[in-house]
């Protein structure tokens, strides 16, 4: 009985957890929230630092975290200024033609777009082309951004 029960709630968590995968496929979000917990915000102003779970908002199915009332403001004004292009995934990913994860330290702005990569090697590939890989990862989004990650 208790390995039927057992079953039961993985089962169940299971398909939780896979309904909201479905409903956030478009940003890239780790249990952390959205761009890894990081306050989208701060990659604007002096460094990029992690926001704290009492400031939160929910956007685009995904929940962002803030570090500071001010910058949760600012994103709530305008949250596509703040967030980043391709959902937080892969910008050289995209550019390629599918989704991938990224870390919260390889990352740019370029023309006041804020982009991440999947690391800072791959960051550095990304700054070899940066104009290149933004249009064909602008091209390429709409159809990739629906598939599963």
Known sequence: MKKILAYFILVTLVSVACREEKSALEVFATPEGAINGYDPVSYYKDKPVKGTPDRTYQWENATWHFSSAENLSLFKADPEKYAPQFGGYCAYGMADGHKAPTQPDAWTIVDDKLYFNYNKEVLAKWREN??????????????VRKDPF
């Open 130 to 143: 940066t104009d290149e890989f933004i249009k064909k990862a602008v091209d390429n989004w709409p159809t």
